[in-house]
Structures are given as structure tokens and as C-alpha cells.
């Protein structure tokens, strides 16, 4: 059969598509893409899976390493606020805890960011960590640190190089490394970055069986919340390379939504809060089945909720940039540009 899809024929005759999920190389994008195929199992016991172990890159793309997979799992804090042309986020999966985490080193243990001592070398691959903490914790001392979390965690364990890490709560609990967890960051300390815990299903925006077969896994909360912190983060015309910070929550049928921006040091900030009603129900309209909401299609969450999302997060971003967020966000960048 011709086209991108693979088809097997079984026992009885009859021709099955095969659905193909692909994975990057790495213990937790292994984890998190066999919790998605798990899930799918339970509830289409007759569906196909494969799952290969291609490199792929974190944010996907139009090329012939993947063009012929069919879902591809991600840390939903990995992808860009616009995809590429022809891709869609079919399903955003129930939230973990989005908040960061600190790991000691094993000679500091029992003690938190508070009570370490005076210069600790504290290491983050994150700018928004960083500028936030600088700024909480100015007695300690803030250092890169790169490589995946198990890279990470054998760097702080076999030298003395860091004090502490900072990761996010939802990948240690994910590879089973909840017991090194030594503290939690709240809001009032660090704001996570957006869609951080949640994870996205990607597939092609215009194979329908997929996407309506994804689209049971999205949980309406996390959906909402995720949407508004994308808008926001779209609005501000910000990423990776600049310090944004959210925090979201859903109480009965308001979301509420915090969301700032920060210089490198974490010296300047601008930061505010915006809620709006969401009804969260079964109602979807016609429309809704081919609209998009920064990336996402939610065929199962209210379009109006959804629209509600979307507009709380351009607001506040408004807000921000009436109050010179650009500036910031333009200073930011730049000097993270030229290190």
C-alpha cells in the first residue's frame, strides 16, 4: 500500500495499520513514550505498536528521519509554541508536579537551599532557574551544568563541583529518583517554565484516525493551563533563550495564571497575575474539530474554554509588555547571545 502508513496483514486476513512511535536515545524519552504506549494499549487492546529508538531531535521537524512515524512523545516544555507546518499536539497527558526540585550533593544532605553554606556552587542548565534563584538565594552561587538527568546527577555525585542541582520534579519521579529529591521550589522561590510536567503527543495534523485515536488521553486541566502558558510565552515572543516563568492553577471553573519575565541576574522582574472562567464540559463544537490553540488540538475540551485559555495568556503577556517586558526580554536575550 502506498502513502507514509505501514499496514500488516494477520492471521484472519485482515489488514491493520501499524502505529509507529518514535523516541530519542535516552533512558527518560524512553520512559515517558512507553507510559504513552501503555496507556494507548489499555484502551485500544488491538492496536499495533512499534516503538523505535531513532535520534530524533527534541523539537520535531520536516525531514526523512521521521517523516514515516506516526506519534512521537515529548516533554511538553521541549516544544515550540508554533510547530512546524503539518504536525499538531494531539493529546497533553495528566500533569506531573511542574515544580523543580533541588538534589544534593550526598555530604550536604538534610540540608535545603536556606541553610547551605555561604558561595555554594548550586548547578542548572536553566536561565529561568537561574535568574529567579539569584535573586531568592543571593548568597549562593549559580553555575551551568549540562547533559541529560542521568549525566547530571552522576556529575554531582562523583565530584564536588556543585553543591546542588536543580531539576525538574516530574523527570526524577519519572526515572524512579523521587528519593533524591531533597526539597521542592515553590512559587514564591521558582516558577516553572512552561508546559514543564506535562507531556505532549505530537502526530501529523491531518491523519484523522490518529489524532482522534490521541485525543482521549488529553486531561482538560492540564490542557487549559498548558494552552494559557503557551499563549503567554507565544505573546512575549520569548523561549529557551530568555528568562519566563508561569505558574497556573485550575479552581472550579476559574484558571488562574502568573506568569513573569526576568533579567539574567534576576535583578529585574515583571511579573502579574489574570484569571478567567472556564467551563470545562463535553460541548465541542463543529469548529473546534480543526482548530488549533498554540499547537494544540483538544477535539475533546470545550472550545470556549479553550478560547477563554488562550486569551488569558495573550492578555497577561500584554500586560507585561505595556510594562516593558520587551526590554527586558530584548537585554536578556542579547546577553545570552553573546556568552
Known amino acids: 500500500m502506498e502513502g507514509p502508513f505501514k499496514y500488516i496483514r494477520e492471521g484472519n486476513g485482515k489488514v491493520s495499520r501499524v502505529i509507529r512511535m518514535g523516541t530519542r536515545k535516552s533512558q527518560l524519552a524512553r520512559i515517558q513514550t512507553d507510559s504513552v504506549a501503555g496507556r494507548l494499549k489499555e484502551l485500544y487492546p488491538d492496536v499495533h505498536l512499534e516503538i ?132 521542592i521550589l515553590g512559587p514564591e522561590d521558582c516558577m516553572y517554565a512552561v508546559g514543564q510536567g506535562a507531556l505532549a503527543v505530537e502526530v501529523r495534523a491531518q491523519d484523522k484516525d490518529i489524532l482522534e485515536m490521541v485525543s482521549v488521553l488529553h486531561h482538560p486541566d492540564t490542557v487549559l493551563r498548558c494552552i494559557s502558558e503557551r499563549a503567554f510565552l507565544k505573546q512575549l515572543e520569548g523561549g529557551c533563550s530568555v528568562p519566563v516563568a508561569v505558574h497556573t492553577e485550575v479552581k472550579g471553573s476559574m484558571l488562574y495564571l502568573t506568569g513573569a519575565v526576568y533579567s539574567l541576574d534576576g535583578a529585574d522582574c515583571l511579573k502579574d497575575t489574570m484569571q478567567t472562567v472556564v467551563e470545562i464540559d463535553n460541548k465541542v463544537s463543529e469548529s473546534a474539530q480543526e482548530c488549533e490553540h498554540v499547537g494544540v488540538t483538544a477535539n475533546s475540551v470545550s472550545s470556549s474554554a479553550l478560547e477563554a485559555a488562550e486569551k488569558l495568556g495573550m492578555d497577561l503577556a500584554n500586560a507585561l509588555l505595556n510594562k516593558g517586558a520587551k526590554d527586558i526580554l530584548t537585554t536578556a536575550r542579547t546577553l545570552n547571545d553573546a556568552r
Not at 517523516?67 to 495528566?94: E, M, R, Y
Not at 556543585?162 to 516530574?170: C, E, K, S
Request: aromatic fraction near 4%.
Open 52 to 183: 523505535g529508538e531513532d535520534i530524533l531531535p527534541a523539537i520535531i521537524c520536516m525531514n526523512s528521519l521521521y517523516i514515516n512515524l506516526d506519534i512521537v512523545v515529548h516533554s511538553l516544555k521541549d516544544l515550540p509554541t508554533s510547530l512546524p507546518p503539518g504536525f499538531t499536539i494531539g493529546a497533553i497527558l495528566q500533569r506531573e508536579n511542574p515544580h523543580d526540585a533541588v538534589v544534593l550533593h550526598p555530604k550536604n544532605a538534610a540540608l535545603t537551599l536556606d541553610s547551605l553554606p555561604e558561595k555554594s556552587v548550586i548547578g542548572t542548565s536553566s536561565l529561568r532557574r537561574a535568574a529567579q534563584l539569584k535573586k531568592r538565594f543571593p548568597q549562593l552561587e549559580f553555575e551551568n551544568i549540562r547533559g541529560n538527568l542521568n549525566t547530571r546527577l552522576k556529575k554531582l555525585d562523583e565530584k564536588d563541583d556543585y553543591a546542588a542541582i536543580i531539576l525538574a520534579a516530574a523527570g526524577l519521579k519519572r526515572m524512579g529518583w523521587e528519593s533524591r529529591i531533597s526539597q
